[in-house]
């Protein structure tokens, strides 16, 4: 990780999609014990998951970690330590990239 560069890095992931009067969610869990950092980007490969009412659905993809360089990890613990973040973004949307 350099001061301005970034690095990616591909890996295994199940999605877990929940979509239950008892929960309403989507988790991604990465199977080599991959860890997300602040600032980090999550981007997972393939068709979007789509769970009918009552249904859970468990997937096995591959998703891309955009690691944060330095100075941008720094800057998202700051802002986030003196609370100058009050609104995060999730985008879950269908981007195909070729």
């Known amino acids: 990780m350099g001061l301005l560069t970034k690095e990616k890095e591909q890996v295994p992931c199940t999605v877990e999609v929940s979509h239950r009067f008892e929960s309403l969610h989507?988790?991604?869990r990465f199977n080599n014990g991959?860890?997300?950092h602040p600032g980090d980007e999550v981007?997972?490969?393939g068709t979007p998951v789509m769970a009918a009412y009552g249904e859970v659905v468990i997937e096995d993809r591959t998703a891309t970690i955009t690691r944060a360089s330095w100075l941008e990890r720094q800057?998202?613990?700051l802002t986030g330590d003196?609370?100058?973040m009050e609104l995060c973004e999730f985008s879950f949307s269908e981007e195909v990239t070729l």
């Open 26 to 28: 989507a988790h991604v």
């Open 34 to 36: 991959a860890v997300v």
């Open 43 to 45: 981007l997972v490969h």
């Open 75 to 77: 800057w998202t613990r």
């Open 82 to 84: 003196l609370e100058f």
